[in-house]
C-alpha cells in the first residue's frame, strides 16, 4: 500500500509595486486557474485580495507567505510557494 500523498498547489506572486515609506506591497499571485489582485500594508497587517472569487482559497496562505518572506520581496520579483490543497 502506497502512502496517500497530500494535495498541494503551487502558488506564483509577482510583486509589481514595493514601498517602504508607505509600508506596502502590491502583485499579483496565480494558483491553479485562478489569478487574483494583492495589496498588502504590512504596518497594519492588512491584506486586500481581489476578484473575490476563490479568495478564501488563497488569502491565508498568502498571508502567511508574505508575513515570513516580506523583506526578502523585491518589485519585479517572481516568487512561489505550495499550499496544501489543489485549487
Known amino acids: 500500500?502506497?502512502?496517500?500523498?497530500?494535495?498541494?498547489?503551487?502558488?506564483?506572486?509577482?510583486?509589481?509595486?514595493?514601498?517602504?515609506?508607505?509600508?506596502?506591497?502590491?502583485?499579483?499571485?496565480?494558483?491553479?486557474?485562478?489569478?487574483?489582485?494583492?495589496?498588502?500594508?504590512?504596518?497594519?497587517?492588512?491584506?486586500?485580495?481581489?476578484?473575490s472569487l476563490g479568495r478564501a482559497l488563497i488569502k491565508e496562505p498568502l498571508s502567511r507567505f508574505l508575513e515570513q518572506s516580506d523583506y526578502q520581496l523585491e518589485a519585479g520579483g517572481d516568487y512561489c510557494f505550495t499550499i496544501r490543497a489543489d485549487i
Request: glycine share 8%; hydrophobic share 35%.
Open 1 to 51: 500500500m502506497s502512502p496517500k500523498r497530500l494535495p498541494q498547489t503551487t502558488a506564483h506572486v509577482r510583486v509589481t509595486y514595493q514601498s517602504w515609506q508607505q509600508g506596502a506591497i502590491a502583485g499579483e499571485v496565480r494558483a491553479g486557474t485562478y489569478e487574483w489582485q494583492f495589496q498588502w500594508q504590512f504596518r497594519h497587517g492588512q491584506l486586500s485580495v481581489e476578484p
